[in-house]
Each structure stands twice: as structure tokens, then as C-alpha cells.
């Protein structure tokens, strides 16, 4: 059962690093936007905004440096908390490339 609730947690935070990651394909340095995941049972829909901060190109990966907030509640009820990961182009798509930033936020993955 343990096995199981992790395999599925996983999941789940593979699809919001997925399209927080998607998000910065086409974005610029300085460029803002917002970002959400919508699963297919919704507890846990996340949302917030993403915004890249540099651009680090090597022969080998391209990779964009990034701040995404997660977003809850709403008006004066509104709490944004900030992170910071990257994310590389994998010749496909845009994924998120680093652990140590999500460990707070996914700390089951430990």
C-alpha cells in the first residue's frame, strides 16, 4: 500500500513539474506567466506563476533557470510561496531538472 500511495504521489508531481516545465518552452528572460495543473481526481490542483531568470546554454542542453510560486486560497486569503529549479529541453520537450528545490514542496520523493 506504501508502495502504491508513493507510486502515485510520483505521479502527481511529475504532471505539475511537467507543466510548470512546459510553461517556459517558448519564454524569455524576465517573462511572466501563469501555470496550473488540473488532475484527473481534482484534490491537489496546483497553480501560480512562473517567471525565468536566465538562459544557460552548453553543448550539451539547453536549460532555463526559474521561479514558479504555488498559489492557495485566494483575494486576501491569497498565499504565494516562491521556488527556484530548471528546467532543460530534452530534444522533445522542456523537463524539470533538478531535485534539491523540490524536495521542500515533494519532500515524499526522499
Known amino acids: 500500500l506504501d ?5 502515485i504521489v510520483r505521479r502527481r508531481q511529475q504532471a505539475e513539474q511537467d507543466a ?11 517573462d511572466r506567466r501563469p501555470w496550473e495543473i488540473r488532475h484527473d481526481i ?3 490542483n496546483e497553480h501560480g506563476e512562473v517567471q525565468v531568470t536566465r538562459v ?4 550539451l542542453a539547453s536549460c532555463k533557470e526559474l521561479l514558479f510560486s504555488v498559489d492557495s486560497g485566494s483575494g ?4 504565494r510561496t516562491w521556488y527556484s ?7 522533445r520537450c522542456w523537463k524539470w ?8 514542496r515533494w519532500g515524499s520523493l526522499q
Open 3 to 7: 508502495a502504491t500511495t508513493d507510486y
Open 97 to 104: 531538472a533538478l531535485a534539491e528545490p523540490a524536495v521542500e
Open 56 to 59: 544557460i546554454t552548453t553543448p
Open 42 to 44: 481534482p484534490i491537489g
Open 20 to 30: 510548470i516545465a512546459g510553461e517556459v518552452a517558448s519564454m524569455a528572460i524576465g
Open 85 to 91: 529549479t530548471q528546467a532543460c529541453h530534452d530534444g
Open 76 to 79: 486576501d486569503e491569497l498565499k
